[in-house]
């Protein structure tokens, strides 16, 4: 079973639109979540960071983490062209210093 | 904003020679890494290195890959003997003391042929 999985999309939406994006998980150790964009053939760029369970939320971003589910979500309200690009999810169980294992990324289109 | 930056954007070079991928850190970050991602694939760990030295590796991480802290800025990954299946986007990252956030360079694309 791999680590963390995540539905690669393509996932294509209008503008104004309610996005949910979601990655589960195996290992119960992971207790840092993060969210990362990444545009074509560009670094990940960090959007969101949650630790352990609970809801972050963040302008149009609200990161929510189930622990007992291993079930993480990203939801972006009021979509825009601009956020079209590549939704990584990454997870770590240690603080810093540690791997962070990486979702396959979800390809979101937002079209206006 | 700080940001890591990385040099060159693109290298290519032949199969069997040696690359040296090089990065800037954001200046007050403690902890370093460089990250590959072949095209299609996930973002894949290599290695850690805080206070001069390694502290976390994958099994990709052979003794093919080595990792330098040459001064006080720059953070540099060597690949000996390259490979075709070396080809990939190479990240550097770099995160803060106590902190699991990692921020990324844009990368450098590697091509072997």
């Known amino acids: 079973q791999k680590e963390v999985e995540q539905d690669p999309g393509p996932l294509s939406v209008p503008e104004g639109a309610i996005v949910s994006l979601n990655c589960t998980y195996s290992n119960s150790a992971f207790q840092y979540f993060m969210w990362y964009r990444q545009y074509s053939r560009k670094g990940p760029e960090l959007l969101m960071y949650t630790y352990s369970s609970g809801n972050k939320e963040d302008g149009r971003f609200t990161a929510q983490v189930d622990k007992s589910s291993k079930y993480i979500s990203l939801f972006i309200r009021d979509s825009q062209p601009s956020d079209s690009a590549t939704y990584l999810c990454a997870m770590s169980a240690y603080q810093a210093g540690t791997a962070l294992i990486f979702g396959k990324g979800t390809t979101l289109s937002v079209s206006s | 904003e700080p940001e890591v930056t990385q040099t060159p954007s693109h290298q290519v070079t032949q199969m069997g020679q040696e690359v040296i991928l090089r990065c800037v850190p954001i200046s007050n970050h403690l902890y370093f890494y460089w990250y590959r991602q072949i095209l299609g694939q996930k973002v894949e760990f290599l290695v850690s290195?805080?206070?001069?030295?390694?502290?976390?590796k994958s099994e990709i991480f052979d003794d093919q890959f080595s990792v330098e802290r040459p001064d006080g800025s720059n953070f540099t990954l060597k690949i000996r003997s390259t490979k075709l299946e070396d080809s990939a986007m190479y990240f550097c990252?770099?995160?803060?003391?106590?902190?699991?956030?990692?921020?990324f360079g844009q990368g450098t694309r590697l091509t072997v042929v």
């Open positions: 990252a770099s995160s803060a003391r106590g902190k699991v956030e990692a921020f």
């Open positions: 290195f805080y206070n001069n030295e390694i502290s976390e």
